[in-house]
C-alpha cells in the first residue's frame, strides 16, 4: 500500500503544483507521506530478521521532492511573468491575473482573472482585453529571449 501512495504521489507531483499551487503541492505531500508512513507501519509488522521495504519510502520522497521542484519552476515563471507585465502600463488585467499564478497555480490564476474583471465591462470585452494584455506581455518575452540568444 505505501509503494501505491509513493507512485501516486510521483505522478501527481508531476502536475500539481502547475495545476493548483501549493493546494497541489499540499496533496502531494499527503500522499507522499500516507506512502512512508504505510510502508514503515508494515515493516513494523515484519519479523525482526525479515527484508525491510523501502519501495514506499523512496517513491513517498521523490514524489514529495518533484513537487517542490514544480512548485519552485511555477514561482519562477510567474516572478518572470510578472516582471515583464510590470513593464507596462496598459495591462492592468493580465497583471492582477498573474498575481495568483505564482501561489495557485493556474487555478489561482483563472480565479484572479475572474475577480480582475470590472463590473461595467462584459465578458467577452473582458476576454478579449485579457487576451490583448497576454499577447503583449508574450510578445516582449519572446523580444527578450531573441535578444538574448543574439
Do not use: C, H
Request: no cysteine; aromatic share 8%.
Amino acid at each position: 500500500m505505501g509503494l501505491v501512495f509513493g507512485i501516486i504521489s510521483i505522478v501527481v507531483g508531476l502536475f500539481a503544483a502547475w495545476v493548483a499551487g501549493w493546494f497541489g503541492v499540499g496533496l502531494v505531500v499527503i500522499l507522499g507521506g500516507l506512502g512512508i508512513l504505510f510502508t514503515i507501519l508494515t515493516n513494523k509488522k515484519l519479523p525482526e530478521d525479515g527484508r525491510k521495504r523501502f519501495g514506499g519510502i523512496l517513491t513517498g520522497v521523490t514524489g514529495i521532492l518533484i513537487g517542490a521542484v514544480m512548485m519552485a519552476g511555477l514561482m519562477n515563471v510567474a516572478d518572470s511573468l510578472r516582471q515583464e507585465a510590470a513593464k507596462y502600463d496598459d495591462v492592468p488585467y493580465a497583471a492582477k491575473a498573474l498575481d495568483g499564478l505564482k501561489t495557485g497555480g493556474f487555478l489561482g490564476y483563472v480565479t484572479s482573472a475572474a475577480n480582475a474583471r470590472p463590473e461595467d465591462m462584459s465578458d467577452s470585452e473582458y476576454e478579449d482585453e485579457l487576451k490583448r494584455e497576454i499577447e503583449k506581455i508574450n510578445d516582449g518575452l519572446k523580444e527578450k529571449d531573441a535578444n538574448n540568444t543574439k
